[in-house]
């Protein structure tokens, strides 16, 4: 790879990335009053991190058994009403003791 195309490929990342941010600035210049479109554009954020982190989590450990003691424990802390800080130390905990189990 040469130093002209370390320009073009920056340049093109850049383009790209601006594109992204900036477009929805220029298609919607008015605040969205429809409460459907608002609804589900709110979703969106939360759809996209679980679309990106639910299948590392399955290769995070190596251990398909590892893992899904790890998500189960995530699981069940997390619909107890528990902190990020706790569900992530559940999970870690669980894999870890599947792992000396085995599994």
Known sequence: MGAGNFWIYLLVMFGVTYLIR????VAFR??????????????????????MTVPAVFYATGSFGTALAGVAAAFAAAYRGKGLFTVA??????????GLAGL
């Open 22 to 25: 900036v477009l929805p600035f």
């Open 30 to 51: 008015k605040k969205i009053e429809n409460k459907r479109i608002r609804s589900f554009l709110a979703y969106i954020p939360y759809t996209v991190l679980g679309a």
């Open 89 to 98: 130390v559940c999970a870690s905990v669980a894999a870890f003791v599947a």
